[in-house]
């Protein structure tokens, strides 16, 4: 029963039932995230669905309020994943804090992802961000994304160069050369 055999339907190891319980809070705490940035439109769900002979447990499926269907996580387009996985770090943040005796996690690097968000995606993500940061949290933003340096004050810049990269605040003073 612990490796899956036997009348497991789900064919789930103990393991993996454990990491599947872990996931519904993960997806659930995500959702709140998600719904945000994404105008109510998606919201995540643990999905434990059987696909043929392999075991289930770990799916993630999303839930489209606009068509009322459910749909793979592959059928998203650029932005929405980008949507999708910020939410999913989040839950994942909130769910660890909560774990951990409410330990909070003050900050967050988002790394890339930006530029495959059309303007009003990034407009929702931005306002997303910025009510973490107002929350007191410290967000970091890697952006080769131009718009980003209009919304993003507080701003490290690397500059390449043969010599060596150079690393200055928005107020264009070098702050540290690295070779």
């Known amino acids: 029963m612990v490796r899956g055999g036997g009348e497991n339907r789900l064919k789930m190891t103990l393991g993996t039932y454990v990491l599947a319980a872990r996931l519904e809070e993960v997806t659930a ?10 105008s109510q439109r998606y919201s995540l769900e643990h999905d434990d669905t059987a696909r043929g002979n392999a075991k289930s447990g770990l799916g993630i499926r999303v839930h489209d309020s606009w068509t009322g ?3 793979e996580t592959q059928t998203l387009s650029g932005g929405e ?3 999708a996985s910020l939410s999913l770090a989040l839950g994942l943040a909130d ?4 774990h951990s005796g409410a330990v909070d996690m003050q900050t967050l690097f988002v790394d890339e992802g930006f530029g495959s968000l059309d303007t009003e995606t ?16 410290v967000i970091g933003v890697v952006s080769h994304v131009s718009e980003m340096k209009q919304r993003i004050t507080n701003r ?9 990269s150079t690393i200055s ?3 264009e ?3 540290l050369t690295l070779s």
Request: charged letters at 25%.
């Open 29 to 38: 705490a995500a959702t709140e995230r998600l719904q945000v940035m994404s």
């Open 69 to 71: 269907k459910y749909r």
């Open 81 to 83: 994943t980008f949507m």
């Open 95 to 98: 769910v660890i804090s909560h």
């Open 122 to 137: 990034l407009e929702q993500v931005m306002e997303a961000l910025e009510s973490l940061r107002s929350g007191g949290r």
């Open 156 to 164: 490290l810049t690397v500059t390449k160069a043969r010599q060596g």
């Open 169 to 171: 605040t928005n107020a």
């Open 173 to 175: 003073r070098s702050l």
